[in-house]
Structures are given as structure tokens and as C-alpha cells.
């Protein structure tokens, strides 16, 4: 939120630095995130003087320049050549002096230097008002009042102003704050705490007053829940044209572009007291009525920003005496009952709606306006129609409007101000020291906070309606201590603590993996819970029934809770890969939401994507790519680290992989991998293979912790290591030889490894070889050559009976 220390000024008579201001807003609360100097004209007409034209005679080379002397108030004039149709003798003109600064429209600068125009000196410039950035004409040189002194500094002239913008991470809390008056209200109580009481001085609205009761409109009201509050009253023989240029410099400074009187006093007093306006053309309005309801679903409503939109039937409709809509309540006005240049009359607006159906409709129509922002968060009801009345004041003074009815002020059901009771010790206790009950008096007066009543234990407090956020005992210690400042509070340099004991293994179970994978080159993501619907759509194992809706999605990005943490992963992958990180490996804990007749259920995931080469690029590495069977040694080792073992592998039916495996102990499922199909990656824009792991946690979690490790001494023997190569049949697999080798031999067998297989020229169709190697060892003696020629001639023969194989 941006805030206009000049506007602030308007409220108290501050004169400290904004660097200083701006850290106490900060203590306040009100974090300044930064401070922008701004100018109500780009350089602030720095070296631009008036001047006087005393001679002006023809350029002798040039049929369309003169050449001029201009007395700037300097003992010598200048001689400045012009271009300009209209310069004469005796103008009071505006004059760039050399190494003035000036900008274009686009805010791009030149500097204005002595120079030669066809072979005459040139000693400033004489300045058309576009050339200043006071307008856009530029059909000749600006001519001033003959009244303004020789010298006169222009930014004196055109009232030039410097301003000080501080830029406020205002949290969704603080609703009182979301205006000038309400920073400067708050300004005022740290200032006041700061020994410098300053008046706060609020706009006057004494003068408002009923012209003539020529055009009444009628208010109707259909639910007091939806629009606590609603206020109007009709202005006519309005002159729509261009804002003074007070109100456009303040309207500049914060960011918002003028439009015209009507439109900018509306938005004036938004930003001056935090109340959202609205005007409509009251001769755009059928029946001299407004009504306030909702309307049937499905109905077309064109917007400001022309774009038609379908109203859902809880939005909250301003709408003339034919129920036509005018304007998307508290949100966003309508293209056929706005304020025009042919507008001559008009009826404002000024309303409390319920922030949580302003909010819906906004989030509903994707739109986020400045009205919007501010009724969700809930405004200041008692102010409605004292900034009705500041609006209505200034329409007045500035479009020479006449008012011309009475307010008509829906209000059936006051809201009363809270009444909370402070006790003394509970804020000596939640403060951590015991601040004098004088000065908490003094702080909660300077807060508007009324004092009811008071005992020795505490005080009867009776909160103001526009502070929202303070209904509890907790909320006025909080408000208390801001004021007092937190960095006032004493601490002490001795630290207490309280050592625990941490029996969450599980946390344990995770660290230990997570350091593992970060080890093999990991990084850990962790991505939003929320993510898109249409996502259920890639996978027939995703049900659209059991997605979990958000009843108000932030976005239709956000609009139900994960089933699976693949898509948002692939996210993460897509994001890098489009910025030139080719090479990946992420790991993710988290969980996966479901909704199964009426029941929520939500399971715990560990997630490995993996894409790219393996090892970074380096002059003395092959890079070799990421595939399958490189994730399959990650999961196994993952495993393994957790004593996991002598799983069985089985094809996945999941059909987000065009090739994949189940790793299941017993009938416990507890991993599924596989490479992801080229279909999903290209709704993700990715262009290269990515291999995928889902753990199902709650399953290696309970299985991890009923893993036994056994210790043994080293044997004392040599181990012998024997290869057979085999010729077998394509569809044999390695875990066939691993089971029947350690059938075969189950005392002095200790490890069998696959380390080489070859398909191709020179063996029979349909065949191919494997080497594999044998470890023996016996842990009581060494073995002798007869012992282990016969053990390899049993795992010969078990392999040609059972295999088929045959000995190359």
C-alpha cells in the first residue's frame, strides 16, 4: 500500500525526516518496506527560470527560427534561438537555463546544453509546456502572466511538488490502516509516545448542507446481512471535466492516473479515509431507484473493463427499479452506468458490505480492485456517511454540482463498539515487564480506546468499531505494546530452556533419508498443496469424486487439493529445465488428499524425480544420462539404509508410466517407479525423459522400525570368486539364476552378480548371455579346489535343468 507523506502532513503537522517517520511506522506495525521520492513533474522543473523576451528578430539562415534575448533576471540576457510560431517581444516565457534536465512523456531525459543552430549561438531553451511535462500541447512556446517577476523559479510558478511515498506491507489485520487518515491516526499515538502530541486534524464536512430537493432516489435494501449499511444521496448540474491539480498530485503520487473530477474525488476519498464511493449516472438509472440484492445465476453483467461476466446468484448487485444490474457490489462499477463527459447529474454512493461476499465475488471474477481490497478486509461502518458527506462537499467545489436530496441511510441494525476488560496482570505477564498504568491509560486514549471504567485489577474498555482485529484481552496487550514500543521492552542476556526428549522416530526415519539423497546430489522441493483441478484428468487412476474442493481457491490454479505430488513436482521440473538447469534430481515429503464418500483421508509421500545426466558436464567424465535403472539403485539403497530387503518386483498398472515397477514386501506395496509418459510431460512443455518414484511413507515407516541388524566378525578365511558365462533364453531374468544359485547352495554362497549381458550377432535368435560371478567363502576353514569345482558343477547343471542354459 502506498502512502503520500505530503497527504499525511494534511492530517498532522509532522516535520520530521521520512527516513525517520517511516521507522516509526515500522515499530508501529506498519512495516515500511520502502521510500520512493516522487515529483508532480519528472525533475522538478530544476533550472527552469521565467524570463522576459526582449528582442526577437529573424534567424538569417533558417526561415523558421528567430533569434531571441531573454532577460532571466542574470546581468547579462540570453540568446536563445527559437522555433516557435508564437514567440514575441514582451512575453514572460519559461527558459531552460544550460544543464537543465528536462523529460520526455516516457519519463527519458535530456540535458540542455550551449550550442550552434545554423551557425547562431544558443544559450537555453525557450519551453513549450509538453517539453516541461506540464501537458501535451506543443503547438508553441507556454506564455506566462505578465504578473510574474523576471526570475521567478518555474516550480514556484506551477507549484511543483516533492513527495516522499512510503510503500506499506500492511497485513490483512490491520483494516483500520488502510488509509491516510487511519496511517495518520496511528502516527499520532506513536508520536503522542514519543512526548510530540500533535493534533489530528480530520477533513470538515460542517458546510454540507441540501442545495435544492430536486431529484430523490429511492433506496431498497433486500438482505440487512449482506449490506449492513447502505447511504446515497443525488448531486446534479455537475460539470464533469478535468481535477484540480492538488487532487491529481496526490492521486499521482500513490500510483493512480486522473481521470476526471467525478471519478478522482471518488477515488480521493478512498484513499483520504478508507471508504470505497461509488458514482453513477443518475440519468442512466431507470425509476430514480436503487435497489441492493442479488439476481439469478447466469446473469450477464458487461464490466467497466467491457468484459461481460456471469454472475453467480450470491453476488451483491446495485440495480436500478427494473432489476437491471448497474454495478458488481464493492468489486467493480458497470460500462453502462458509469460517469461520463456527458454526465449532469449523478447519485453517490457509500456502503458497508459483508467483506466475506465481497471477497467471494472478487476471488469468483478474478478481479482485485482498490474498493475490493478494503471491503474484504472490513471498513470503518460508522464512516459511511461522514465520507459521503466529504465527497458529496468537494463534487460540489469542484464540478459545481448542487446537492440535491437528502442521504438516504440504510441503517436498520447499529453496530455497537466491543466492549473488552484489560487486566493489569495479564499484561504484566504477556509483555514480560510492568509498564506504569499511567502509561498504558495514556496509550490506549491516544488509540481512541475509551476507558468504561477502572478497578485496581484492570480496566473496562470499550473498542472503536473500525478496529476490527481488537476483540480479545490479548488483541489490547498487543495494541499496547506496539505503541510502547517493542524495542523498549528489557530482555535479559540469560537464556532458560528446557531440554526435551524427541521420541518422534519417524522424524528421525526422514532425516535420515533426506541427508542420504541430498548426499547422492538431491534437492529437496517443497511444492503448494493446492494445485489444479483438471490435473485428475492426465491419470484414469485419479478420480475427479475424490478431489478436495476449496470452497474460495485463491486462483482456478488452486482450486482443489493434490491426489497425487507428481503433477506439482513436474511443475518444479518444467520451471528449471525452461531456465537452463537441465540436470535434476529433487526429492519431496509430503502428503496427497482424498476425499472418499464424505470422509477426508490424507497419506504421506516421499517423491524422487530425476532427469538429465547424472553428474555435471567435466572434462574428465563421461556424462551418462539418468535412466530407470539408475533410480531403481537409488530406491534399493534407500531401502536397504532403512534394513528394508527381499522385496518382489511386479509391473505397474499406473498409467502415468510408459514403463514402471511395483517393490512390495509381502503384500505391502511400498514403492512405484517407472518413467513418466511423453503424453503428460508435454502438458508441462518437457521435452526430455523423466523418471519418477512415489514411496508410499506410512508403509516404510511401519516396516523400518522392525528391521533387526546383525553384527558379525569378519571371517578369518579367503573368500573365492568363480564366473559362469550362460547362454539362456531373452526371457529369463537375472532373479531366476539369484534364487535357483542360492537353492542350489545355500551354506558357502554369499553373493551372486550379474556383470555383463550381451543380445545381439553370433547367438541364436531368441538368446542371450549373461556372466555372472560367484562369491564362496567358508567361515570355519579354507576351501579347497575340489570343494568348489563341485559346488560351480551343481550350479552348472541346476542352470541347464531349469533354464535351459547352456555353457559358452
Known amino acids: 500500500m502506498k502512502i503520500s507523506y505530503n497527504w499525511l502532513q494534511q492530517f498532522l503537522h509532522i516535520n520530521w525526516e521520512p527516513v525517520k517517520t517511516g521507522e516509526l511506522l515500522t515499530d508501529l506495525g506498519l512495516e515500511v518496506e520502502g521510500i520512493e521520492t516522487k515529483e508532480s513533474v519528472k525533475g522538478s522543473l530544476k533550472g527552469v527560470i521565467v524570463g522576459e523576451v526582449l528582442t526577437c528578430i529573424q534567424h538569417p539562415n533558417a526561415d523558421r527560427l528567430k533569434i531571441t534575448t531573454v532577460d532571466i533576471g542574470t546581468e547579462n540576457p540570453l540568446q536563445i534561438v527559437c522555433g516557435a510560431p508564437n514567440v514575441a517581444v514582451g512575453q514572460k516565457v519559461p527558459v531552460a537555463t544550460i544543464g537543465t534536465m528536462l523529460y520526455d512523456e516516457k519519463g527519458v531525459g535530456f540535458k540542455i546544453k550551449k550550442g550552434k543552430i545554423r551557425g547562431e549561438e544558443s544559450h537555453g531553451m525557450i519551453c513549450a509546456e509538453d517539453e516541461l511535462g506540464l501537458g501535451k500541447s506543443h503547438d508553441g512556446i507556454m506564455v506566462l502572466s505578465d504578473e510574474i517577476k523576471i526570475g521567478t523559479l518555474a516550480s514556484e510558478v506551477f507549484k511543483v511538488e516533492t513527495d516522499h511515498i512510503f510503500e506499506i506491507g500492511l497485513t490483512p489485520n490491520r483494516s483500520d490502516a488502510m488509509s491516510h487518515y487511519g496511517v495518520a491516526r496511528?502516527?499520532?499515538?506513536?508520536?503522542?509516545?514519543n512526548d510530540l502530541k500533535l493534533e489530528l486534524i480530520s477533513p470538515s464536512v460542517s458546510n454540507f448542507h441540501v442545495d435544492e430537493r430536486t431529484l430523490r432516489f429511492d433506496v431498497e435494501v433486500d438482505d440487512k446481512e449482506l449490506v449492513p449499511r447502505y447511504c446515497g444521496l443525488t448531486i446534479t448540474d455537475v460539470k464533469v471535466k478535468e481535477s484540480p491539480e492538488w487532487i491529481k498530485n496526490r492521486l499521482k503520487a500513490i500510483g493512480i492516473t486522473p481521470k476526471n473530477n467525478i471519478v478522482d474525488i471518488t477515488n480521493y476519498v478512498l484513499h483520504e479515509l478508507g471508504q470505497p464511493l461509488h458514482a453513477f449516472d443518475a440519468q442512466k438509472v431507470k425509476g430514480n431507484k436503487i435497489k441492493v440484492k442479488t439476481l439469478k445465476a447466469g446473469t450477464k453483467f458487461t464490466t467497466l473493463d467491457e468484459v461481460e461476466r456471469e454472475l453467480s446468484s450470491e453476488d451483491i448487485m446495485i440495480c436500478d427499479d427494473d432489476s437491471n444490474p448497474l454495478c458488481l457490489a464493492g468489486v467493480f462499477g458497470g460500462l453502462n452506468s458509469g460517469v461520463t463527459q456527458n454526465t449532469t447529474s449523478i447519485f453517490l454512493e457509500s456502503a458497508y458490505f459483508n467483506p466475506v461476499s465481497i471477497r467471494k465475488s472478487a476471488k469468483r471474477h478474478g478481479l482485485n480492485t482498490d474498493a475490493s481490497f478494503r471491503f474484504e478486509r472490513g471498513i470503518d461502518i460508522n464512516k459511511t456517511e461522514y465520507a459521503l458527506k466529504r465527497a458529496a462537499l468537494l463534487i460540489e467545489e469542484y464540478a459545481e454540482g448542487?446537492?440535491?436530496?437528502?442521504?438516504?441511510?440504510?441503517?436498520?441494525?447499529?453496530?455497537?463498539?466491543?466492549?473488552?476488560?484489560?487486566?493489569?496482570?495479564?499484561?504484566y505477564r504477556l509483555i514480560g515487564q510492568e509498564i506504569p498504568k499511567d502509561t498504558i491509560k495514556n496509550i490506549l486514549a491516544s488509540l481512541e480506546i475509551k476507558i468504561n471504567s477502572e478497578t485496581e485489577g484492570g480496566l473496562g474498555l470499550t473498542i472503536p468499531s473500525y478496529r476490527t482485529d481488537v476483540q480479545r484481552e490479548a488483541d489490547i496487550i498487543e495494541e499496547i505494546l506496539r505503541v510502547y514500543g517493542y524495542n523498549n521492552i528489557e530482555y535479559s542476556y540469560k537464556l532458560n530452556t528446557s531440554i526435551s526428549f524427541d521420541s518422534n522416530n519417524d522424524t528421525k526415519i526422514e532425516n535420515i533419508v533426506a541427508n542420504q539423497l541430498s548426499a547422492l546430489g538431491f534437492n529437496e522441493t517443497m511444492a503448494n498443496s493446492l494445485t489444479k483441478a483438471d490435473y485428475t484428468k492426465l491419470s484414469e487412476n485419479l478420480n475427479e469424486e475424490a478431489n478436495v474442493v476449496m470452497l474460495n481457491p485463491l486462483s482456478n490454479d488452486l482450486g482443489v487439493m493434490r491426489q497425487s505430488l507428481l503433477f506439482s513436482g513436474l511443475e518444479s521440473v518444467s520451471y528449471n529445465l525452461n531456465r537452463k538447469n537441465n540436470s535434476l534430481k529433487f526429492y519431496e515429503f509430503g502428503k496427497s488428499y482424498h476425499k472418499y464418500n464424505d470422509k477426508y483421508q490424507e497419506d504421506k509421500h516421499l517423491t524422487l524425480f530425476v532427469t538429465g545426466n547424472r553428474t555435471k558436464?567435466?572434462?574428465?567424465?563421461v556424462s551418462k544420462t539418468s535412466d530407470f535403472f539408475y533410480l531403481k539403485g537409488i530406491i534399493t539403497a534407500i531401502l536397504s539404509r532403512l534394513g528394508i530387503e527381499n522385496l518382489k518386483n511386479s509391473p505397474t498398472k499406473n498409467d502415468i508410466?510408459?514403463?514402471?515397477?511395483?517393490?512390495?514386501?509381502?503384500?505391502?506395496?511400498?514403492?512405484?517407479?517407472?518413467?513418466?509418459?511423453n503424453g503428460i510431460l508435454k502438458e508441462f512443455g518437457i521435452k526430455q525423459a523423466v523418471v519418477f518414484a512415489d514411496f508410499n511413507w506410512a508403509s516404510i515407516l511401519k516396516l523400518s522400525g522392525n528391521q533387526k541388524i546383525k553384527v558379525s566378525d569378519l571371517s578369518k578365511f579367503p573368500s573365492v570368486k568363480r564366473d559362469l558365462a550362460l547362454l539362456l533364453d531373452s526371457k529369463t531374468e537375472f532373479k531366476d539364476i539369484y534364487n535357483l544359485a542360492f537353492q542350489s547352495e545355500r551354506s558357502l554362497l554369499k553373493e551372486v552378480d550379474l556383470f555383463d549381458v550381451y543380445e545381439g550377432e553370433n547367438l541364436p535368435e531368441g538368446k542371450k548371455s549373461y556372466a555372472i560371478s560367484f562369491l564362496l567363502q567358508d567361515e570355519t576353514k579354507t576351501l579347497a579346489d575340489n570343494q568348489i569345482d563341485k559346488i560351480m558343477q551343481n550350479l552348472q547343471q541346476t542352470f541347464e535343468k531349469n533354464l535351459d542354459a547352456v555353457l559358452r
Open 186 to 193: 496511528d502516527l499520532r499515538a506513536g508520536l503522542i509516545q
Open 402 to 427: 448542487k446537492l440535491a436530496s437528502d442521504i438516504s441511510d440504510f441503517y436498520p441494525t447499529k453496530i455497537e463498539d466491543f466492549q473488552v476488560f484489560l487486566s493489569y496482570t495479564n499484561a
Open 617 to 621: 558436464d567435466s572434462w574428465n567424465t
Open 657 to 677: 508410466f510408459s514403463e514402471g515397477l511395483n517393490l512390495s514386501l509381502g503384500k505391502i506395496k511400498l514403492v512405484e517407479f517407472g518413467v513418466i509418459k
